[in-house]
Nanobody, 121 residues
Framework: QVQLVESGGGLVQDGGSLRLSCAAS????????MGWYRQATGKQRELVAR???????EYADSVKGRFTISRDDAKKMVYLQMNSLKPEDTAVYYC???????????????WGQGTQVTVSS
């Protein structure tokens, strides 16, 4: 019942910037933690950043100081501002949202389709 749509990926030069957006839609009663994950070719999916409902954020060490995660609960959106991009940031980036669809329903994870980020050297 919850759908996520990512946007903002693309091809950028080493040192460039991109801003990823993720919009949640459908039947949503409440939203918990929202985050961004990435998966490079041949690698496991890893956490990039997540932001909790109290607005506290966590980042992978590899992106700390370069990436900023934010959320807009009224718009049901989460963003990832990526600065000083490096070739090693190249991956498919996935949005993840914890949400309950009813007052008494369980909180479940929903994943987006992913958006490609490629950083050239």
């Amino acid at each position: 019942q919850v759908q996520l749509v990512e946007s903002g990926g693309g091809l950028v030069q080493d040192g460039g910037s991109l801003r990823l957006s993720c919009a949640a839609s459908g039947r949503i009663y409440t939203i918990g933690t929202m985050g961004w994950y990435r998966q490079a070719t041949g690698k496991q999916r890893e956490l990039v950043a997540r932001i909790h409902s109290d607005m506290l954020a966590e980042y992978a060490d590899s992106v700390k100081g370069r990436f900023t995660i934010s959320r807009d609960d009224a718009k049901k959106m989460v963003y990832l501002q990526m600065n000083s991009l490096k070739p090693e940031d190249t991956a498919v980036y996935y949005c993840n949202v914890e949400a309950a669809t009813t007052q008494y329903g369980a909180v479940r994870d929903t994943w987006g389709q992913g958006t490609q980020v490629t950083v050239s050297s």
